[in-house]
């Protein structure tokens, strides 16, 4: 398989205004297939199949959306910070206006796998720009804040306007961010506590996405799938369960 190597592109942002993101189902972006074309504008999600996929400086041979959703102060926006910086934005709460995203390239297996990560608004006024974007992502994360009821209570909204938005089949996991005691087993998704703060099971969480995603478009019949369920199990630290 052919890799890519791509200008360097530290991500964007795309606000309340923007376009709509262009439609391509919930197919991976490869490399070797893509179509040659100039970069996506920095406030537009970037079109399939362009270079602009390949931004961030790395080669790669595949490549997925991932969106964070979940209501405001859940810590998305610090989840992602954590997982492409390892950092933790402490301080004031700056709540993200319409959408942003990042890229991050993993090793998945001995294979380039990049994840763009759609960080999303989770205030009521943006949900519309949200509704934009489900439909591109091959992946969602659904966070809720284990020290707020209101934001565990909204799941099921959350839920409601997946089903509605995204693809039918995409991969679905919900993170318990702000750690704390105790499993969660009601959804039926696979589930984990992270921590934003302490960085806990943050690089699991997008690793068992790509892994996730990756199986899908390149299993080769003989090889076993991949469980992500037992992964994040077994992987996990802390307190962290799922669905048998
Ligand atoms: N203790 C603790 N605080 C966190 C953690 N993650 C985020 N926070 C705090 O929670 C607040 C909200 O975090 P954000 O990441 O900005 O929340 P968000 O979900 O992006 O919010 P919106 O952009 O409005 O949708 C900030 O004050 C963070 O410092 C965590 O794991 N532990
Ligand atoms: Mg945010």
């Not at 959306?65 to 933790?88: E, Y």
């Not at 806990?200 to 892994?211: R, T």
Request: aromatic share 8%.
């Amino acid at each position: 398989m052919s890799r890519k190597k791509t200008p360097k592109s530290k991500g964007g942002s795309a606000p309340a205004t923007s376009a709509l993101p262009a439609t391509h189902g919930s197919q991976p972006v490869r490399p070797g297939t893509a179509r040659p074309g100039p970069e996506a504008p920095p406030n537009r999600p970037p079109q399939p199949g362009r270079s602009s996929l390949g931004g961030g400086g790395d080669f790669y041979d595949v490549a997925f959306k991932v969106m964070l959703v979940g209501d405001s102060g859940v810590g998305k926006t610090c989840l992602l910070v954590r997982f492409k910086d390892g950092a933790f934005l402490a301080g004031t709460f700056i709540s993200t206006v319409g959408i942003d995203f990042r890229n991050k390239v993993l090793d998945v297996d001995g294979m380039k796998v990049k994840l763009q990560i759609w960080d999303t608004a989770g205030q009521e006024r943006f949900r519309s720009v949200t509704h934009a974007y489900y439909r591109d992502a091959h992946a969602l994360l659904l966070l809720y804040d284990v020290t707020n009821k209101a934001s565990f209570d909204s799941i099921q909204a959350w839920l409601t306007e997946i089903q509605e938005y995204a693809q039918h089949d995409v991969v679905l996991m919900l993170l318990g961010n702000k750690v704390a005691n105790g499993c969660l087993q009601e959804y039926g998704l696979p589930f984990m506590e992270t921590s934003a703060k302490m960085g806990l099971n943050v690089d699991l969480a997008f690793m068992a996405i790509a892994k996730e995603l990756k199986q899908r478009c390149m299993k080769a019949p003989s090889e076993p799938r991949f469980q992500l369920h037992d992964y994040i199990k077994r992987e996990g630290r802390g307190a962290s369960c799922c669905k048998p």
